[in-house]
């Protein structure tokens, strides 16, 4: 060998010589290693066909529900007859409708459909519809400003995408929103 590999050869052992004295320096019996230094365990078949539930995250989350949250608020305006109509549904699932000419209706949507509507408001799709009208103007047709968690959407007639759609079909039946 030439004196040059015996210098890499030297050096090579140093770093190896360095890096396990500094491994080895560096941990003591009494600290713990940091949490996320632990490797996570590798799942076996039988445990990656059911994950335990302390390692898996819900479906999807479920909240409280609270009497006083406005889950979601939609507004209705236009049309040929002129309508203002205002529709609320609460966490609890009551909700009420107030008209532009001042009559008010109430009802009440069971744990499932408000389970439904909460799911159809904070899916990815609806995050992702425009928040202002795109399409071209329909004359005599609604306009809907629907509120959900500090996000505002406008829509109009003739535009619904598949997301807003879903929310749509989600909403209490007897609200008849466009209706006088």
């Known amino acids: 060998m030439t004196n040059g590999g015996n210098t890499r050869a030297g050096w090579g052992m140093a770093l190896v010589l360095a890096v ?34 302390a390692t898996s995250p819900p479906a999807s989350p479920q ?3 609270d009497p006083d949250e406005v889950l979601v608020s939609v507004n209705v305006s236009g049309g040929f007859a002129g309508v203002s109509n205002e529709l609320r549904v609460h966490g609890d699932g009551r909700w009420t409708v107030r008209t532009g000419k001042g009559q008010e209706r109430t009802g009440r949507m069971t744990g499932a459909e408000v389970a439904r509507l909460r799911a159809s408001l904070e899916a990815p799709a609806y995050a992702r519809v425009p928040v202002r009208p795109t399409g071209p103007t329909v004359f005599d047709g609604f306009q809907y400003v629907i509120a959900h968690d500090h996000r505002v959407v406008v829509a109009a007639d003739g535009e619904r995408p598949d997301a807003l759609r879903r929310v749509f079909d989600a909403l209490p039946r007897d609200a008849r929103l466009t209706s006088t």
Request: with cysteine; charged share 5%.
């Open 63 to 65: 909240r409280a529900a």
């Open 20 to 53: 396990a004295a500094g491994i080895s320096g560096c941990a003591t019996g009494d600290t713990p290693p940091p949490p996320s230094a632990a490797p996570p365990p590798a799942a076996s078949p039988s445990t990656a066909a059911s994950p335990s539930p």
